[in-house]
């Protein structure tokens, strides 16, 4: 009887344990689900808006490629365009548990009429370093889209700037940096309503 004494506080005291696992996981799961439903501006829903509504016009569409100072510039097709600007969709956060990585700002310059959603990494190892969407203050309508990225591929650094102009165009600027110290720069400038 004496040992069922104490045998009963042990069993409860694991109960409790496993049960507090069980809360705890719970508890992640929630914070995960929460934060795919987080109140994020909703990117990939508007670059595939931008893709359609490119894709549905017969706008012509030019791409001006300058490297390390050479400018070329070509008349591109739709599905060319659509390759171009699956950057901003891989770009977008919108991969599920990605918003839990990311911290949000809001800042309102009355100078520019524009309101700025920033969106920052809580720490250094994601690609994306930056997002800023830019919003009309009155309207709420994205005027532009910076997003600012970093990446490594073997001993090559990519630094990627790339701006998306509402309705008209968009850019995608790369720095690259090779092992050796060669550096080679990008500009990439796509046209389908805009002048350069």
Known sequence: MRYSLLFLPLVLLLAMACGSDKSRQAAAEKKTALSDTAKFYPLAGYFKDQIQYVDLRNF???????????????????????????????????????????RESVFEDLSTGSITL??????????????????DNQ???????FIRS????????????????????????RSISYGKGIRKNEMNFVNWNDRP
Not at 120 to 135: A, G, Q, R, W, Y
Not at 139 to 145: D, E, G, N, T
């Open 60 to 102: 012509p569409i030019y791409r001006i490629q300058t490297i390390d100072g050479k400018r070329d510039s070509v008349s591109i097709s739709k599905d060319a365009f659509a390759r171009l600007a699956s950057l901003f969709l891989q770009r977008s956060l919108s991969e599920p548990g990605l918003k839990i990585r990311y």
């Open 118 to 135: 920033s969106y920052s990494p809580l720490n250094d190892t994601e690609t994306v370093k930056e997002i800023d969407v830019l919003l």
């Open 139 to 145: 309207s709420q309508i994205v005027k532009r889209i």
């Open 150 to 173: 970093a990446y490594q591929k073997g001993d090559t650094l990519i630094n990627e700037q790339c701006n998306w102009k509402s309705n008209k165009s968009f850019q995608i600027n």
